[in-house]
Each structure stands twice: as C-alpha cells, then as structure tokens.
C-alpha cells in the first residue's frame, strides 16, 4: 500500500485536463499512507492516480477487490472513514470527496488487504455456497450453531460499526416547492430549465459535489461539456432554481415527499459550533422530475472481480473528469457502442488500447474513430478469463457468436494492466420502485424502465430508457415542460440539442463462459455471489426472484444491487428457460445510497429524542434522592434513596412511614380536564357508568367511563366545583385518550350538548398526602383552614386559599384516598405548586413527614385492591373489576349497550381477587397464568396474575389477578406459573382488599 | 408524507393528526334496547379498495374532529371536513 508521494498527484495522473484544480493539492492517509491528490478528486481517483487498485477484500471470501466504477454503484472499494465519534464504515471511496486530512482504513482485511489470512475462505469455497449456513447448521449440530455463531460473527460483514457517540450535529429542513427535480444530468438540467423558464420555482437535487450527471465524464473540448456549461448558465440566469450539491433523494413517499439528505462540503462541519455535517430535507413538492440515469452493468467472466477489472464508463470518467489513466494496457470488452467513447478518451491519454467488441460488426464512422487513435477491435470475440495475482494482468479472449450467445472457442491471450466491461445501461429505476411500481422490460434495448409514474411525477433521460444525448435532453424538455403544467404553467422555446455521432446499438450478453473457464464469475461483487450460486438456486427450487435473492443474498449488499441486479436475473431466467421479462423484479426500498442515521435523526438525540415532561417539583425530588422513571413523556419519582438502598428496600419503607406516620407524593402527572357549561351534568352522565348530575356542589365522586364496546377505558375522581363546573382527573396514560374521547362525543355524538372541556394537566401540580398524621400536617400547614371530620367529610372539596406566606394561592383540596389512609389530593397552580410542598414539608417536620415514589403509591394501592391500568387493560370489563354495581340503573351511558353482549356477561370471566403467597415467599411475577390446584400447567390457564408487591402489614407477598369464577375461589389455594422464566408459586385467594377493608382508617 | 387540509388551520401534515378510523357509521341512542345497532356500529364497517371516510382529530393543532375522504390505496385526500358535516350510512 506504499506508493510514492508525488508533486504531481500520482504516476498515473495526466498531464492536463480533467476538472480537477491543480492549484489545490490536498493529502489523505489510507491505513496510514499518504495520498496526494487535488480538490475535485474522490478518494477512488487519488487512489488510482497512484496506481493503487488493490483496495479491499471481498465479504466473504475475502478475494482481493478493487475499485470497479466512479459512482454510486461501487461494491468494493469501501473504506471506514474518521476516529471514535467521527467513525464510519463502509463508506465509498468512488462518492467521498478528497478532503485534506481526512483518514481511511480499509476493512474486512487482516493484517492487511494484500496479506489477508482470512483469504483461507477462498480454500473453502466450494462450501460456503449459497445456503451454507442454512444447510451446515441444522439438525444434531443445531445447538453449535450457539458457538460457530461466535465465530462467524467475528469474521463476518465488511466494516465494524461503532460504538461511540457520533460527536456531528445534524440537522433538518423543510421544504415547499413547485418542482423537484432529481439528478442534474443532461435531462435533468433540461427539465430544471424548462420548468424555470414556466415560471416555476424549481429546486434541483444532485447527489454528486458538481453538477453535469454523465456530461462531467466526457473530455474538456467536447460538445458534451459545452452543453453543460451553457445549460448550468441558462438555469443560474431565471433566478429560479435552487442548485444542490452533495444532496441524495434517497427515498420518496406519500404526498410527493421526497427525503433528500444534503452533505456539508469538506471542512464546514463544526461540531462544536453546532454547525451541521448533514441536513435532512423534507421536499414536499407540487411535481417531480426524477433524472436519475443509468447504471453500466458489468460482464460476467471468469475472473471479472479482479483489482483493475472496471466498468467502461468509469475508465472513461477517471480519464476526463479526473486527469487518470487508471491503466496504460488496457483492454475494453463491450457490447454497445456507448463504450467506445471510453476507450478512445484512454487512448487520446497515451494508453495503449484494444478493444474486444462482443458483436460481429461496428458502425464504419465509430470503428474509424476508434482506429484513428491507434485502438485495435476484434469483434465477434468476448474475454472469458482474467488472471494475476491481486490485479489483473492476463486476459484471455475467445470467439463469440452473439445470435447465440455462445463463447466459440479459439483462445488468445494478451498481457494488460487494466481491463474495462461494458455490458449495457441498467436504468435507475429505485425511485419508482419506492412507489411501488413493478418496472417493465424494454427488450430493445434489453433493461428494465419504470412502468409507471404517480400522478405529478415525472422521468426523463436514460432512467427511462433514452439512449442518446439527445434523446435525454429533449425528454428532460419534456418532463419539465409537464411538471410545470401540473402549476398551470407553461412556456414555449426549444431544447438545446446535442448530437452524438455514435448510435446505439448493442446486443444483449450473458455469462461468458467456455469450456477452459475455471474459477468463479462473479454476479454480485459486494455479496461474493456468482453464477454458480444462482445455478444452485435454482436447482434447490428457490426460483422466484424474491427467493434467489434471500438465498444467495443478491443484491442485499450496501449497493442494493445497483451492478449485479439484472446480470443475477439474466442467469435465472436463462436456467429456467424464461426470457428476463418475464422472471420478475424484486422491490427497492429506500435508502437508495446508505443513511446516516444521525441525519435521520437529526437534533432528536439524547434529551432531544422526546419531549420530557417535568412536574413542578422535579427539582427538589432529585436534590432530595429521587430516582426518576418513565411514564410516557413525564419523569416521575419512583423512589427516594434517602429511604433505602436499592429499590426494594425504599419502597418498603416509604410504605411503612405511610401507613404508621404521614407520607407525600407528587401527582401532578394525571390527567385533569375541566367540564363546563349548563349542560355539563347531563354529559358526564352519560359519560360516566355512575350518576354525577345530582352531585352536591364541592363533593367528587370516583367513577369509570366505558370504551363504546363495553370494556373500562379509564377510572377518574370528578369534582363537582359549581353548578356548571366539573374538575375531572384521569390516569396518567389515559389522559389525552380521554380528552380526545369527550371531544369526541361533543363534537360528533351530541353536537347539541352546551359543554366545553379543556385540558388542564399541566395547569395544576398536585400532591398527595396520605397517613395518620396527615390532618395535623395539614392543620399546621394551614392554620386558616379547618380539616376537622365534620367540616372536610370524606370525598369533600375545599376549594380556597392559602394565606400568609401563600397569600393568594388557589388551593383545591379533596379529600379522597388512594392509599387507604387518611388523605388529601392538594391541587395548587403549577408556578406554585413548588412553593406549596415546601410550605408543606416544613410544617410537617414535626410528624416527620417525608415523600414517597411511585413504587410506594402502586403497593399501597394493591393492598387495598384498588385497580389501575394493569387490571384496566383494555380487556376487562366493570364486572371483572368487581364493581358491576357501581353502574347506574336508571340512566344510559357511553358503552352501555354492548356492555350487555353476552360474551361480556359470560360468568367465568375471570375477575379480580386477591392473592397471598404460600411458597416461595417472593411476590410472584406480574402476568404469571393462574391455575387451579388441579389444572395441568399447559394452556391458557384460568386468569393472570395483575399486580404484585410485599406487604410488610400482611407479612407476606401479596398480588391482584384476574381468576376464572373470581372471589367463588376465596380460601383455595391456586398456582401461578410464568411460562418466559419457568418459575411456578402456589398462592390462597382472598379478597381483593387486604388491609382496612370496612375503610375506617380514611373516614376518621 | 399525506397533507390535510384541516378546515381552521390550513393544510398542514399529517403528523398533527391523530387517526381514528372509520366514519361512516351513525351512532344509536345508547339504551340497551340497542344493542343490535350498536353491534353494528362498532363492528360492521366497510373495508373499502378506494375511497375511505374516516375520522381525523387535529390533536396538534385545533382539537377539532374532521372526516377525512381518502382513497386507500393511493392516498389521494378527496375531501375533508368537520365531523359534524360528515354523511353517514
């Protein structure tokens, strides 16, 4: 890999020409080597301005590769770039532009790619065909997959991914625009020009860092690259087009969105400075032109994927766009006539060139001009064998009769030091694949074009079979001349033209194959895929496209595909004896060239990736030891390390000093929504399965609302504050389902109903105090205020507020139990809501009033069986909660009628109970199948356990289920078994109410 | 990415919208007396290869109900109005 450091940029690099700038010589490292080359130059061409061709090892039989073409196409030549958090594998050394300093290191390679031991895979070729693993890893040996797995997963994949940080910001964009067009080749520029010159306002994409598609690759002097300057200076002279470079469409989607992601140039990204290495953009576009070109597919012969095998047009691009001859004796073999373009601008470049033409004849004025420039052709022949140890440097060449298709023998060979393949265009159909639209297959000109295009979608240029420059112009024309007519624009004028005096013709070919063919012919380069895989397919029966293509893993590479797609087809079809348009074509999905996720995430990293919902006292809970979890956006205390030192121990805790002292909880996570108008009553009524129109003014009232099917959907404490006023709460994870649901019901159902809501979570904190001593806490707190028994009854609101320090502070305080203990919820303003629990942990140090989390809140709730979300699940019903009766008779509500189904009346649904550990003594796990004594642990069981904790007051551990035939069972003993840890526990039923069941402890 | 036009905001994407299925149904009085209807409310509703009615809510933005006409295969949003407005079967 150690090749000189030269002033010129490299030992092949051309005297002149090319669009490089000379004045501008920029270094990077491979593996550590240094690579001079010049601004406008890829990584690809300073490689090969070097004479280094050797770049990789193949994915799985480590066979040594090279660059093979100058696009997006490239399978080999991928290299990890950058360090720690700037690290990225498999990038493609043929799109990354030079940037000085920037560091490659090449992969899949050890110790390096021209010494690489895994190469022994190659030994072992003939077994890892297709369907190896599937096939070497079953039956007996099944349990070793566990240690191969090891194993291959080390000497699996090309690049490493990474473990650290990406350090880049990334960011995003949103976009409206009349025309978006993709790809700034000859059709694309023609339709960016056209639809600008209609009047609209036209945004033009471009994957590459110049402009110009296939124009950048032809020479200096040529008409090709005066066509592109002249249309690039109509376009900058509307002052309607917005030009993006280094910009990729990789996807597009419903509602003409297309995902573009755009990359900084070199040295602009600033991580420290925010500034961004990537920016997404969502393109909403009123039309789309897709440009996308053309694709050359590769030849398949022994041999082909050897370092200084390449594709034609990428000789031809490295030649002209970037001052290379990536070889002075080359030999071309084509089937077309575009090719030849290629070889005669390598031999104008002082290359010895022979050309090897698949078809028996060429044009007189084409073979002419090839001759001209001292290129030798033989037609009628085709190369059927590359060899030379880590580069080409021996070709063989046969007869080849082109109506058959046949290699006919006849062998020559010829010494070389480049050997560049032709074998046709493949559009570049993925865009419209996105689209789910199958391509059809043209057989003039043997490749697969879109089929169709959505409504305001467009193609143009050779993506949709257009085979001259002419051709893509004047449909660029055309397609831009559409899309502004989608905007009722128009504009008239013509195209520019561009002739060519080559045509077109070309004939199809598949593997070239003699009977002196030995080795692999290689169809999918990145994936090691060769024509014998896809023959084995085919003999196993995997002949759908959709199955050659898992089991050979064909074109599921980082190239998707892009050069060995149609060649893998071609094969099948010919061994099944179907012609290619009829064998079927798998779907492209984006990305059409690898994401960063970062881009697709752009700034939604870290804090960012959700909205954090905080309470007003998240502050004090984590200046206090509060342990924060969870719960949908909001970050609740779940316990408080003050109290224990794990988890169980806490919450134990914090449970005991509630039930034995005073405790406070911060619940200003439910849902709170106010309920106002004259007919506000008469709605929750028949919202709510229990009555509330009759509610005294300042009492609240616990009640459940009904999903219309019958099933609970949520439970909630509603308050009466006026005669027009109601202040419902909900849980936490049902709230916005509940809100939504009543605006539901006033907007669609009963329109006619004079009731506003509105959410007002956000707008009260609220707290919960709980325990023996809280009515002394309180009093203290509040000295104003009167807490005794009769003036503040159970399920009462005191709605006032405070005074002195608190002078004007609205306070609603209910007095309402979750726990079981003598209680009070606290609502108070947000922006005081900090100040308000302060005041009250101060007045209750005497009484040692400390906070508890939510583990504490959910086990004290179990122990007096009340239900949550775990019972409430969604398919339970308000006779499984055991609170049937809590439904009105006399009046109708939401979800009665189907409450009554049979299905939901059936008596051995199972219900809730409660359920007492006999051994082991540790809670059994939630959602562990309950059994009868007697059942057989297999099946569906008799009900699930719901909820579990310890209760230091039972003594033991203790759940809530669900169980068949429910508190009938009180006194038996059942199993419950978790079928994901194999663990079984036998429980006694009880009552689902452990503790304080008459409730005497909250209505002192 | 499908844009609505929500009736009081303007067109705005879809991501604003919460989606709550279908919208052709009328709903019964809720006595129990109706049960057969409301079997049918809830659980017979047509599966259409086309044109879709179905309820939209601008969670993100006005909080309103709209019923949104789209073709369910293509996507295309033929019409949409507020829940009120909507025909039912």
Same mark, same amino acid.
């Given at each position: 890999?150690?090749?000189?450091?030269?002033?010129?940029?490299?030992?092949?690099?051309?005297?002149?020409?090319?669009?490089?700038?000379?004045?501008?010589?920029?270094?990077?490292?491979?593996?550590?080597?240094?690579?001079?080359?010049?601004?406008?130059?890829?990584?690809?061409?300073?490689?090969?301005?070097?004479?280094?061709?050797?770049?990789?090892?193949?994915?799985?039989?480590?066979?040594?590769?090279?660059? *093979?073409?100058?696009?997006?196409?490239?399978?080999?030549?991928?290299?990890?770039?950058?360090?720690?958090?700037?690290?990225?594998?498999?990038?493609?050394?043929?799109?990354?532009? *030079?940037?000085?300093?920037?560091?490659?290191?090449?992969?899949?390679?050890?110790?390096?790619?021209?010494?690489?031991?895994?190469?022994?895979?190659?030994?072992?070729?003939?077994?890892?065909?297709?369907?190896?693993?599937?096939?070497?890893?079953?039956?007996?040996?099944?349990?070793?997959?566990?240690?191969?797995?090891?194993?291959?997963?080390?000497?699996?994949?090309?690049?490493?991914?990474?473990?650290?940080?990406?350090?880049?910001?990334?960011?995003?964009?949103?976009?409206?625009?009349?025309?978006?067009?993709?790809?700034?080749?000859?059709?694309?520029?023609?339709?960016?020009?056209?639809?600008?010159?209609?009047?609209?306002?036209?945004?033009?994409?471009?994957?590459?860092?110049?402009?110009?598609?296939?124009?950048?690759?032809?020479?200096?002097?040529?008409?090709?690259?005066?066509?592109?300057?002249?249309?690039?200076?109509?376009?900058?002279?509307?002052?309607?087009?917005?030009?993006?470079?280094?910009?990729?469409?990789?996807?597009?989607?419903?509602?003409?969105?297309?995902?573009?992601?755009?990359?900084?140039?070199?040295?602009?990204?600033?991580?420290?400075?925010?500034?961004?290495?990537?920016?997404?953009?969502?393109?909403?576009?009123?039309?789309?032109?897709?440009?996308?070109?053309?694709?050359?597919?590769?030849?398949?012969?022994?041999?082909?994927?050897?370092?200084?095998?390449?594709?034609?047009?990428?000789?031809?691009?490295?030649?002209?766009?970037?001052?290379?001859?990536?070889?002075?004796?080359?030999?071309?073999?084509?089937?077309?006539?575009?090719?030849?373009?290629?070889?005669?601008?390598?031999?104008?470049?002082?290359?010895?060139?022979?050309?090897?033409?698949?078809?028996?004849?060429?044009?007189?004025?084409?073979?002419?001009?090839?001759? =001209?420039?001292?290129?030798?052709?033989?037609?009628?022949?085709?190369?059927?064998?590359?060899?030379?140890?880590?580069?080409?440097?021996?070709?063989?060449?046969?007869?080849?009769? =082109?109506?058959?298709?046949?290699?006919?023998?006849?062998?020559?060979?010829?010494?070389?030091?480049?050997?560049?393949?032709?074998?046709?265009?493949?559009?570049?159909?993925?865009?419209?694949?996105?689209?789910?639209?199958?391509?059809?297959?043209?057989?003039?000109?043997?490749?697969?074009?879109?089929?169709?295009?959505?409504?305001?979608?467009?193609?143009?240029?050779?993506?949709?079979?257009?085979?001259?420059?002419?051709?893509?112009?004047?449909?660029?024309?055309?397609?831009?001349?559409?899309?502004?007519?989608?905007?009722?624009?128009?504009?008239?004028?013509?195209?520019?033209?561009?002739?060519?005096?080559?045509?077109?013709?070309?004939?199809?070919?598949?593997?070239?194959?003699?009977?002196?063919?030995?080795?692999?012919?290689?169809?999918?380069?990145?994936?090691?895929?060769?024509?014998?895989?896809?023959?084995?397919?085919?003999?196993?029966?995997?002949?759908?496209?959709?199955?050659?293509?898992?089991?050979?893993?064909?074109?599921?590479?980082?190239?998707?595909?892009?050069?060995?797609? *149609?060649?893998?087809?071609?094969?099948?079809?010919?061994?099944?004896?179907?012609?290619?348009?009829?064998?079927?074509?798998?779907?492209?999905?984006?990305?059409?060239?690898?994401?960063?996720?970062?881009?697709?995430?752009?700034?939604?990293?870290?804090?960012?990736?959700?909205?954090?919902?905080?309470?007003?006292?998240?502050?004090?809970?984590?200046?206090?030891?509060?342990?924060?979890?969870?719960?949908?956006?909001?970050?609740?205390?779940?316990?408080?390390?003050?109290?224990?030192?794990?988890?169980?121990?806490?919450?134990?805790?914090?449970?005991?000093?509630?039930?034995?002292?005073?405790?406070?909880?911060?619940?200003?996570?439910?849902?709170?929504?106010?309920?106002?108008?004259?007919?506000?009553?008469?709605?929750?009524?028949?919202?709510?399965?229990?009555?509330?129109?009759?509610?005294?003014?300042?009492?609240?009232?616990?009640?459940?609302?009904?999903?219309?099917?019958?099933?609970?959907?949520?439970?909630?404490?509603?308050?009466?504050?006026?005669?027009?006023?109601?202040?419902?709460?909900?849980?936490?994870?049902?709230?916005?389902?509940?809100?939504?649901?009543?605006?539901?019901?006033?907007?669609?159902?009963?329109?006619?109903?004079?009731?506003?809501?509105?959410?007002?979570?956000?707008?009260?904190?609220?707290?919960?105090?709980?325990?023996?001593?809280?009515?002394?806490?309180?009093?203290?707190?509040?000295?104003?205020?009167?807490?005794?028994?009769? =003036?503040?009854?159970?399920?009462?609101?005191?709605?006032?507020?405070?005074?002195?320090?608190?002078?004007?502070?609205? *306070?609603?305080?209910?007095?309402?139990?979750?726990?079981?203990?003598?209680?009070?919820?606290?609502?108070?303003?947000?922006?005081?809501?900090?100040?308000?629990?302060?005041?009250?942990?101060?007045?209750?140090?005497?009484?040692?009033?400390?906070?508890?989390?939510?583990?504490?809140?959910? =086990?004290?709730?179990?122990?007096?069986?009340?239900?949550?979300?775990?019972?409430?699940?969604?398919?339970?019903?308000?006779?499984?909660?055991?609170?049937?009766?809590?439904?009105?008779?006399?009046?109708?509500?939401?979800?009665?009628?189907?409450?009554?189904?049979?299905?939901?009346?059936?008596?051995?649904?199972?219900?809730?109970?409660?359920?007492?550990?006999?051994?082991?003594?540790?809670?059994?796990?939630?959602?562990?199948?309950?059994?009868?004594?007697?059942?057989?642990?297999?099946?569906?069981?008799?009900?699930?356990?719901?909820?579990?904790?310890?209760?230091?007051?039972?003594?033991?551990?203790?759940?809530?289920?669900?169980?068949?035939?429910?508190?009938?069972?009180?006194?038996?003993?059942?199993?419950?078994?978790?079928?994901?840890?194999?663990?079984?526990?036998?429980?006694?039923?009880?009552?689902?109410?452990?503790?304080?069941?008459?409730?005497?402890?909250?209505?002192? | 990415?499908?844009?609505?036009?929500?009736?009081?905001?303007?067109?705005?994407?879809?991501?604003?919208?919460?989606?709550?299925?279908?919208?052709?149904?009328?709903?019964?009085?809720?006595?129990?007396?109706?049960?057969?209807?409301?079997?049918?409310?809830?659980?017979?509703?047509?599966?259409?290869?086309?044109?879709?009615?179905?309820?939209?809510?601008?969670?993100?933005?006005?909080?309103?109900?709209?019923?949104?006409?789209?073709?369910?295969?293509?996507?295309?949003?033929?019409?949409?109005?507020?829940?009120?407005?909507?025909?039912?079967?």
């Amino acid at each position: 890999m150690n090749a000189p450091h030269t002033a010129q940029g490299g030992k092949q690099r051309i005297a002149s020409g090319g669009r490089i700038d000379r004045s501008k010589p920029l270094t990077f490292t491979l593996d550590g080597s240094p690579f001079q080359g010049f601004a406008g130059d890829t990584l690809a061409s300073t490689l090969l301005a070097h004479n280094v061709h050797l770049v990789g090892r193949s994915f799985k039989y480590h066979r040594p590769r090279g660059i *093979l073409g100058s696009g997006v196409e490239e399978p080999n030549a991928l290299f990890t770039l950058g360090d720690g958090g700037t690290r990225e594998p498999n990038i493609a050394a043929t799109t990354t532009e *030079l940037e000085q300093g920037l560091r490659a290191r090449t992969q899949n390679a050890w110790p390096s790619v021209s010494l690489d031991f895994m190469a022994i895979n190659s030994l072992l070729s003939p077994v890892f065909v297709a369907g190896f693993y599937y096939k070497t890893f079953m039956g007996p040996t099944r349990k070793a997959w566990m240690l191969y797995e090891h194993f291959i997963r080390k000497a699996a994949g090309l690049g490493a991914s990474v473990a650290d940080f990406d350090i880049h910001r990334y960011d995003y964009h949103n976009d409206y625009v009349d025309v978006l067009v993709i790809g700034s080749g000859a059709a694309g520029l023609a339709a960016a020009l056209q639809a600008a010159r209609a009047g609209a306002d036209v945004m033009l994409v471009e994957q590459d860092f110049e402009l110009g598609g296939a124009l950048l690759n032809c020479p200096a002097a040529s008409a090709q690259a005066q066509c592109l300057a002249h249309m690039l200076q109509e376009i900058k002279a509307t002052g309607r087009v917005r030009l993006f470079t280094r910009s990729s469409a990789f996807g597009i989607y419903d509602g003409n969105t297309v995902g573009v992601i755009e990359r900084s140039a070199p040295g602009i990204a600033d991580p420290d400075f925010g500034v961004p290495r990537q920016r997404m953009r969502t393109v909403r576009a009123k039309a789309i032109v897709m440009a996308c070109g053309a694709i050359e597919r590769p030849l398949v012969f022994g041999g082909n994927d050897k370092p200084a095998v390449m594709l034609s047009s990428a000789v031809g691009a490295y030649v002209n766009r970037y001052a290379v001859a990536p070889g002075r004796r080359a030999l071309f073999c084509v089937n077309n006539d575009a090719a030849y373009a290629d070889a005669m601008s390598l031999a104008q470049s002082g290359a010895q060139v022979q050309l090897v033409d698949l078809r028996p004849t060429t044009a007189p004025a084409l073979l002419t001009a090839a001759n =001209s420039v001292g290129i030798t052709v033989h037609h009628g022949s085709a190369i059927t064998q590359v060899s030379g140890f880590q580069r080409a440097n021996t070709v063989r060449i046969e007869g080849f009769d =082109s109506n058959t298709g046949r290699v006919m023998g006849g062998a020559a060979h010829h010494e070389v030091d480049l050997v560049a393949m032709s074998g046709g265009w493949t559009p570049t159909v993925h865009l419209t694949s996105h689209r789910n639209v199958k391509p059809v297959y043209r057989s003039d000109i043997a490749c697969f074009v879109p089929g169709a295009f959505d409504r305001a979608q467009f193609g143009a240029g050779s993506m949709v079979g257009e085979q001259t420059w002419d051709g893509a112009i004047a449909s660029g024309w055309t397609a831009g001349a559409q899309a502004a007519g989608v905007l009722s624009l128009h504009s008239s004028g013509d195209a520019p033209t561009l002739q060519d005096g080559f045509g077109m013709a070309f004939v199809p070919a598949g593997p070239l194959r003699s009977d002196q063919s030995g080795g692999k012919l290689f169809v999918d380069f990145q994936h090691d895929v060769t024509v014998d895989d896809v023959e084995l397919a085919h003999r196993e029966g995997y002949v759908s496209v959709e199955h050659l293509k898992r089991y050979t893993t064909l074109g599921m590479g980082t190239d998707q595909g892009k050069t060995s797609n *149609l060649n893998g087809m071609g094969v099948m079809a010919t061994a099944r004896g179907l012609d290619v348009s009829l064998a079927g074509t798998t779907t492209f999905r984006p990305p059409y060239t690898p994401a960063a996720l970062g881009a697709l995430a752009g700034r939604n990293v870290r804090g960012h990736f959700q909205p954090e919902r905080l309470t007003a006292m998240h502050d004090w809970h984590l200046a206090h030891g509060g342990v924060k979890m969870e719960a949908g956006y909001w970050l609740r205390t779940l316990w408080y390390r003050t109290h224990g030192a794990t988890l169980s121990e806490a919450y134990k805790a914090e449970m005991e000093f509630v039930r034995e002292a005073v405790g406070i909880a911060d619940t200003s996570t439910l849902g709170k929504i106010d309920v106002q108008g004259p007919d506000a009553a008469e709605f929750l009524d028949r919202v709510y399965v229990n009555g509330y129109s009759k509610l005294a003014i300042g009492k609240a009232r616990y009640g459940f609302m009904l999903r219309e099917d019958g099933i609970v959907m949520d439970d909630g404490t509603t308050t009466r504050i006026s005669e027009t006023q109601f202040f419902m709460t909900t849980t936490t994870a049902q709230a916005a389902k509940v809100m939504s649901h009543l605006e539901f019901l006033l907007q669609v159902v009963w329109p006619e109903l004079r009731v506003t809501v509105a959410s007002v979570t956000d707008q009260w904190a609220a707290m919960s105090i709980a325990g023996p001593r809280t009515r002394e806490v309180l009093q203290a707190a509040f000295p104003h205020l009167d807490f005794a028994d009769a =003036s503040l009854p159970f399920m009462g609101l005191l709605d006032t507020h405070g005074n002195g320090p608190l002078e004007g502070v609205a *306070l609603r305080i209910l007095r309402l139990t979750f726990s079981g203990e003598l209680a009070y919820e606290i609502f108070v303003p947000t922006h005081h809501g900090l100040a308000v629990w302060e005041h009250l942990m101060a007045a209750g140090k005497p009484w040692q009033l400390r906070p508890y989390g939510l583990e504490a809140l959910g =086990s004290l709730r179990i122990e007096k069986g009340h239900v949550v979300g775990s019972e409430m699940d969604g398919r339970t019903t308000l006779g499984d909660m055991g609170a049937g009766r809590m439904a009105s008779q006399t009046k109708d509500f939401w979800g009665k009628a189907l409450s009554h189904s049979p299905h939901l009346q059936k008596p051995d649904r199972p219900s809730l109970v409660g359920l007492e550990a006999v051994d082991p003594a540790q809670p059994p796990s939630n959602g562990s199948i309950l059994f009868f004594a007697d059942d057989a642990i297999q099946g569906h069981g008799r009900g699930h356990v719901t909820s579990t904790t310890f209760s230091k007051t039972v003594g033991k551990a203790i759940a809530l289920g669900l169980l068949q035939g429910g508190t009938a069972h009180v006194g038996q003993e059942v199993v419950a078994a978790s079928p994901a840890t194999g663990r079984q526990y036998r429980l006694r039923v009880v009552e689902p109410c452990f503790i304080d069941p008459q409730g005497v402890r909250y209505r002192v | 990415m499908l844009r609505i036009a929500c009736p009081y905001c303007g067109t705005r994407d879809h991501e604003e919208f919460s989606y709550f299925g279908d919208a052709t149904q009328a709903y019964p009085d809720l006595g129990v007396e109706n049960h057969d209807a409301w079997v049918s409310t809830v659980y017979t509703r047509p599966n259409p290869r086309g044109i879709h009615s179905e309820f939209w809510q601008h969670t993100l933005g006005c909080r309103r109900w709209l019923v949104v006409k789209r073709h369910t295969v293509t996507h295309d949003i033929e019409s949409v109005v507020p829940a009120a407005q909507r025909s039912v079967a």
